[in-house]
């Protein structure tokens, strides 16, 4: 009765009808046994979870325990000025410790993010509705306390902004979509005037904005410290006024400490609305900047080296000259007079021979230093010795270091570490310009400062007082820093020729005991700048600086 096609179908419905329990009750025996495994695996992520909190707040507070315990180093030699021991190698025995517990915790900070994301993410059997929505992190800009200012930079030149890395600060090229509406146009090397070529790349639409009071107009001047003059002020207000642009939304970015007060007298003698002023000092920025993280491992490395340093050293004295401006060259020459080239490592970029550095060559340079005002009789007296400087052509030091892992190493990174000075026992700091009047330091003093070596600045007035105002120490207990006063640069050279001839006249034991009454200053200095300033510069200056690029909207 049940054979056939249709007695198939009916005893297969049966079938299914009578077997229906066993199947439906092995389905929840593997739901079940889906769910223990399930309730297990959380069990044990919750169990490994802990175990990283507890050893996390463990690292934190053995962290936190050096931390307390470097700082206390830290302040005891900056204001009790405890005399430096070779046992008080502070920063060998906490600044490797400190960071090999940062690194584990930042280790266990990931692994405990992945254990959360992992408890929230469904595993291989988990039911279906058990997964919920993976974590997003805020990026860095999100991150910041406010909205991101927006820069487009005009034209191709490199700008000081481009250094920056801030989560506050995005700078773009004009025509990059992420600056379509940006808070300021930015005109490299405002210095020099190419803010009149680079204007035709911004587009219409930025330059409504500029007119209608939301965005700035910045001219970057940082990369020198020229000082103001009349018809410069000028130039930049044509260049404003032809935008439809008031001076008042104008930034002007320079080196320059005397810019703001000589403009304000101009404006005030003018009868017109000065420009904002804004001092940066682009290229300290750009020295400091790379010791925000590393600092501390450099120092350690620095302070090793430095406690090594031989009693008898081969030459007197460190003196980098990767550009021959005409002091530097001006002063390389009475070495050579007084016969002093010997006694220090000396470096030269030589003179130029290109197109595109005619400034630089050696008829450019005697050019130069004959129209130096108060220098005649010397220049005239040393230009004999042209021919011996420019047999010795390119000499660098760093020129040629190995490359670390497939990529050079900066140039103010290794100077650092150069031997020279571990081979001596002074630097002379040749810096870009000798002016009357005390406007502007450079990187260049930075070198010795953070390589534990004590220094003559043979440069602008004020040099030593400015580094002072960054929180170093200098020499004047031990070197005679009365030429850092003097504001005519023939005797502030003189006085500096002084010194350094006066140095090289001493023996090795005297030598050693000024280096030894020197050990406090200058290992305090490189532990503050390698240590302590880089952040403090890229938290507060910076910061400042982009606050001046802040949107102000109409009216402000």
């Known amino acids: 009765m049940l054979q056939g096609r249709g007695g198939g179908w009916f005893a297969g419905v049966v079938g299914t009808w009578l077997l229906k329990p066993f199947t439906l009750g092995r389905r929840l025996r593997e739901e079940r046994l889906a769910r223990r495994r399930l309730a297990e695996a959380l069990a044990h992520r919750r169990v490994k979870d802990d175990q990283i909190r507890r050893r996390l707040a463990q690292l934190e507070a053995e962290r936190d325990a050096q931390a307390d315990e470097a700082q206390s180093l830290f302040e005891a030699l900056v204001t009790e000025r405890r005399p430096l021991r070779l046992d008080d190698a502070y920063a060998a025995r906490w600044s490797a410790a400190a960071a090999r517990a940062r690194r584990q915790v930042q280790a266990l900070a990931a692994a405990l993010d992945q254990a959360r994301a992992a408890d929230e993410t469904p595993a291989a059997g988990a039911l279906p509705g058990a997964a919920t929505a993976p974590k997003v992190r805020p990026g860095p800009a999100e991150a910041a306390d406010c909205a991101p200012v927006r820069l487009a930079i005009a034209g191709r030149a490199p700008t000081a902004f481009s250094m920056v890395s801030d989560p506050r600060l995005i700078a773009r090229h004009v025509g990059d979509p992420l600056v379509e509406a940006a808070d300021a146009v930015v005109f490299p090397h405002a210095e020099v005037g190419d803010y009149l ?49 008031e001076p008042s939304r104008a930034l002007y970015v320079t080196q320059d400490r005397r810019y703001a007060a000589d403009q304000e007298a101009w404006c005030a003698a003018e009868g017109a609305p000065p420009m904002r002023t804004w001092v940066f000092d682009a290229y300290i920025y750009r020295v400091l900047r790379e010791f925000v993280r590393i600092g501390p491992r450099v120092f350690e490395h620095r302070l090793a080296e430095y406690l090594k340093r031989p009693a008898e050293r081969p030459r007197r004295f460190v003196c980098l000259n990767y550009t021959l401006r005409p002091l530097k060259a ?22 130029a021979e290109g197109p595109d550095e005619e400034i630089f060559t050696r008829q450019a340079l005697t050019n130069r230093l004959r129209a130096i005002p108060g220098f005649q009789d010397e220049v005239e007296a040393l230009l004999p010795l042209m021919d011996r400087l420019e047999s010795l052509g390119r000499s660098l030091f760093i020129e040629n270091e190995p490359r670390i892992r497939g990529k050079p190493r900066s140039r103010s990174l290794r100077a650092g570490d150069l031997d020279p000075y571990r081979q001596s026992w002074f630097t002379v700091v040749t810096e ?7 406007h502007r330091v450079t990187e260049k003093p930075f070198k010795p400062l953070l390589a534990f070596h004590p220094f003559l600045v043979l440069g602008n007035p004020g040099s030593l007082g400015m580094l002072r105002g960054y929180g170093f120490e200098t020499f004047s207990g031990v070197l005679d820093e009365r030429y850092d006063e003097e504001l005519d640069p023939r005797r502030r050279f003189d006085m500096v020729n002084d010194q350094v001839r006066r140095l090289c006249a001493l023996d090795e034991a005297e030598m050693a005991r000024m280096s030894a009454e020197l050990s406090e200053i200058v290992t305090f200095n490189a532990g503050w700048g390698l240590t302590e300033l880089p952040q403090r510069f890229s938290d507060t200056l910076v910061a400042d600086l982009i606050g001046q690029l802040a949107p102000r909207g109409p009216g402000a």
């Open 197 to 245: 070529e680079d204007a035709r790349h911004v587009a219409d639409a930025q330059w409504e904005r500029v007119r209608r009071g939301l965005a700035t107009i910045v001219f970057d001047a940082s990369s020198e410290g020229f000082p103001h003059t009349a018809a410069e002020s000028l130039r930049l207000r044509a260049f404003l006024a032809a935008h439809g642009a």
């Open 432 to 438: 870009t310009e000798m002016s009357p009047r005390p």
């Open 330 to 351: 001006l002063f390389l020459l009475g070495l050579m007079r007084d016969g002093l080239w010997d006694h220090g490592w000396i470096s030269s970029g030589g003179f």
